[in-house]
């Protein structure tokens, strides 16, 4: 049986009623790779009270609970402990967070810093309001094995984690900062074009009104630019599937098919905007930077980079000066897929790759290294690299202010 099996009979054996999965791409502070006090997969305080009800009623200092984990993708057994730390209400502190520790300590494969990058789904059972009474955890070890996670459940993008209760109904677990209820990104149905109450918009044109939704952005760093739209954007795109596909769903379908069919292209859509959304929003930036570029165009053969500078004409002139060509590929997540542009752009030497992965292994950097791989990472995300990475990463803005010099 393949990994790729083994992950689907897993994901049939903790649905249903009372599982509840938590999914995420690990973070370097999830894992040991920065060195966190507390290095464990983060999960919001809402999540830890819903999941252990016990402990939010709790007047005690600091109440916890212990719960038993499997590790299944990995065939270990262990345990985590929920702690609430609450010197707010008792004693003369002021902290009031959640955490949720232990999972096998230092040898567990959740906390080795080589996971950093990589999706994992965390299966929680719990009956009738009850504390959570067990976790099943698969740590996905492969591209493949992520691809089949994601066409069940949709992208899994950094920093925003996925929660799916027994009913399937899917939330975000970590809301992207700044945002508030007259947020211009949380625009009533009646805000947003007609035509899109009743079907989806192409990404570009998403993109754009998200652009639209924020013009004070124009004046402030690309890095900050990229992070926020995207953030819009996203916001935005959830309003729109709610107002299509709940109605949807709350009609009766005719058939079982039917409806693995429709859930099936909520999925494939998840997807399919996250795969282009980053790309188009680097490219409205490098537009209104003035920064002259090729998107999506042959280089040779049938390769096509994400960007090539400062054309695809520039870059098959064989005349033309190969120290002021540059490319630019373009992945959300970068762990065991950066291989995939080593091939782009054979007269680029350096290749630079945009992500908003949330840290790298530092065996997985030096492999980036050695194949003249360079990160270009929103600068607001360096700070969840390893100190030893960080002086090595390029931010947009100095990505774009080196591709204008040369």
Wanted: aromatic residues 8%; proline residues 6%.
């Amino acid at each position: 049986m393949t990994p790729r099996q083994r992950l689907q009979q897993w994901m049939e054996r903790v649905s249903g009623r009372g599982w509840g999965w938590y999914i995420k791409t690990l973070s370097g502070n999830d894992t040991l790779l920065n060195g966190s006090h507390q290095a464990g997969p983060y999960i919001t305080k809402d999540l830890v009270f819903g999941l252990f009800p016990s402990i939010a009623i709790a007047r005690s200092l600091n109440p916890r609970l212990t719960f038993p984990v499997a590790i299944d993708s990995h065939s270990e057994e262990t345990s985590a402990t929920a702690i609430w730390y609450n010197n707010h209400l008792v004693g003369s502190g002021t902290r009031n967070e959640c955490r949720v520790t232990g999972w096998g300590g230092g040898s567990s494969p959740l906390l080795d810093p080589e996971s950093t990058g990589s999706l994992c789904v965390f299966a929680f059972h719990q009956q009738d309001g009850k504390d959570c009474d067990q976790c099943r955890v698969w740590l996905c070890s492969s591209v493949e094995e992520e691809d089949e996670l994601q066409s069940r459940v949709g992208a899994v993008e950094p920093g925003k984690p996925l929660f799916l209760d027994s009913s399937g109904s899917l939330t975000i677990s970590a809301a992207s900062p700044g945002q508030s209820p007259s947020d211009p990104c949380q625009p009533g149905l009646t805000d947003l074009p007609y035509a899109w109450r009743s079907a989806f918009p192409e990404p570009p044109d998403l993109v754009a009104f998200a652009v639209e939704r924020l013009p004070s952005l124009s004046s402030v760093s690309p890095d900050h630019r990229l992070i926020r739209r995207r953030e819009c954007e996203f916001a935005m795109f959830r309003t729109i599937e709610e107002n299509i596909v709940l109605p949807r769903i709350r009609s009766a379908f005719q058939s079982v098919n039917q409806f693995v069919e429709y859930a099936n292209s909520v999925t494939n859509r998840r997807k399919a905007r996250s795969g282009v959304s980053l790309e188009l929003h680097a490219k409205s930036i490098f537009d209104e930077q003035g920064l002259e570029y090729s998107y999506d165009e042959v280089s040779e053969g049938r390769k096509r980079p994400d960007f090539l500078f400062p054309s695809a004409k520039a870059y098959r002139n064989r005349r033309f000066p190969t120290n002021r060509l540059h490319m630019l590929a373009v992945k959300t997540t970068c762990k065991d897929r950066w291989r995939q542009i080593l091939n782009e752009a054979d007269r680029v030497k350096e290749k630079h790759l945009l992500t908003l992965q949330e840290g790298v292994s530092l065996n997985q950097f030096r492999e980036m290294r050695s194949a003249d791989v360079t990160l270009v990472v929103p600068s607001g995300l360096h700070r969840t690299y390893h100190p030893k990475v960080r002086r090595h990463l390029l931010s947009l803005s100095a990505f774009m202010q080196r591709v204008a010099e040369t």
